[in-house]
């Protein structure tokens, strides 16, 4: 059983949580922009964090379910219907067979994420079903979704439809804005910039430029300078690393990012807040604030063990214990 493609929209792929054990040999990982959105989805429908979601730019797709399922939205609200009945993110739905999934204003955000019970049966390359546009590679053939595309779906659990019309608690859904201030840690070559500079970089509002992707957001600002001209040598970039060009000008390096880089690295976005990013797009504006490691890590572990909180609450939903 499937659900069919009946329109594409503009950049509808399969993703998941990234290629993450091949960048030693220069494979970029890829994956959801939105990491949260696609683990909060999946681990409401008791799906593993990591199983793949399809993820829509506005215009987004039109899908039929061929079959009865449960599903799940997340990130961005592109005003979603069901069958002409509005459906809201961070809730499970039911579709029935034959049901149409549209999506019909661009409300919040850049991206949204569908999730389906039991997740989707998807290529897989290399350990993940992210799909890489470059190499034509993982999800469906590699390639953005076409008009007709037909993705199979595991089977379902009896269990799981106790799941239905269950939401997540505000209190974790992440905080979009169209001017985010999102926190970040110095990089390793932070140092290397004049103190002016260092000042910018957290009394700055910089402007997402058109020239913006998957693979990274070109910001617009005032120039900043390094104290002396300087050649680094490649080194390893991650999602959220923030490099200076020789312009004086910054980018983000986002999910489709390369695995090194020569330009000067002045800080790292935390991951907490790297979906913030996401949810941005070109025009829009950002700012950072500069707080410690040990924060960044204290703010990852108090995510992780809300996460872990939602699993439990799921669990006991959709198992036995419940009757």
């Known amino acids: 059983m499937s659900i069919l493609i009946r329109k594409p929209g503009i950049l509808s792929t399969v993703q998941d949580l990234g290629r993450i054990c091949y960048r030693s040999l220069g494979i970029n990982p890829n994956g959801v922009m939105d990491r949260s959105a696609a683990r909060l989805i999946n681990i409401l429908l008791n799906n593993g964090e990591n199983a793949a979601v399809i993820e829509m730019h506005f215009p987004a797709a039109e899908i039929l379910f061929e079959?009865?399922?449960?599903?799940?939205?997340?990130?961005?609200?592109?005003?979603?219907?069901?069958?002409?009945?509005?459906?809201?993110?961070?809730?499970?739905?039911?579709?029935?067979?034959?049901?149409?999934?549209?999506?019909?204003?661009?409300?919040?955000?850049?991206?949204?994420?569908?999730?389906?019970?039991?997740?989707?049966?998807?290529?897989d390359w290399l350990g993940s079903a992210s799909t890489n546009l470059s190499a034509t590679v993982g999800g469906c053939c590699g390639r953005k979704l076409a008009r007709?595309?037909?993705?199979?779906?595991?089977?379902?659990?009896?269990?799981?439809?106790?799941?239905?019309?269950?939401?997540?608690?505000?209190?974790?859904?992440?905080?979009?804005?169209?001017?985010?201030?999102?926190?970040?840690?110095?990089?390793?070559?932070?140092?290397?910039?004049?103190?002016?500079s260092r000042s910018l970089l957290e009394s700055s509002v910089f402007q997402i430029s058109n020239n913006s992707n998957r693979m990274g957001y070109r910001l617009i600002g005032e120039p900043m300078v390094l104290t002396a001209p300087t050649e680094i040598l490649s080194s390893a970039v991650n999602f959220g690393t923030i490099q200076l060009f020789p312009d004086g000008q910054l980018i983000v390096?986002?999910?489709?990012?390369?695995?090194?880089?020569?330009?000067?690295?002045?800080?790292?976005?935390?991951?907490?807040?790297?979906?913030l990013l996401?949810?941005?797009?070109?025009?829009?504006?950002?700012?950072?604030?500069?707080?410690?490691?040990?924060?960044?890590?204290?703010?990852?572990?108090?995510?992780?063990?809300?996460?872990?909180?939602?699993?439990?609450?799921?669990?006991?939903?959709s198992n036995h214990y419940l009757g």
């Open 253 to 275: 390096l986002m999910a489709d990012h390369q695995t090194t880089g020569g330009y000067p690295r002045i800080a790292n976005v935390i991951e907490y807040d790297l979906p």
């Open 67 to 123: 079959r009865e399922c449960l599903f799940a939205l997340g990130g961005a609200d592109f005003a979603s219907h069901l069958d002409g009945h509005r459906v809201g993110n961070w809730r499970i739905h039911r579709a029935g067979e034959g049901s149409i999934l549209t999506f019909q204003n661009k409300v919040q955000g850049e991206r949204t994420y569908l999730a389906i019970e039991a997740g989707f049966h998807v290529q």
């Open 278 to 317: 996401a949810q941005i797009g070109a025009s829009d504006k950002v700012a950072f604030h500069l707080i410690d490691i040990a924060d960044a890590e204290r703010i990852a572990a108090a995510f992780q063990h809300d996460l872990e909180l939602l699993k439990t609450g799921v669990r006991l939903c």
């Open 148 to 196: 007709n595309d037909r993705i199979e779906l595991f089977s379902v659990c009896e269990s799981r439809g106790r799941l239905f019309n269950q939401q997540l608690s505000t209190s974790l859904i992440p905080r979009y804005s169209r001017l985010p201030t999102v926190r970040v840690v110095k990089g390793g070559e932070y140092e290397m910039l004049k103190s002016k």
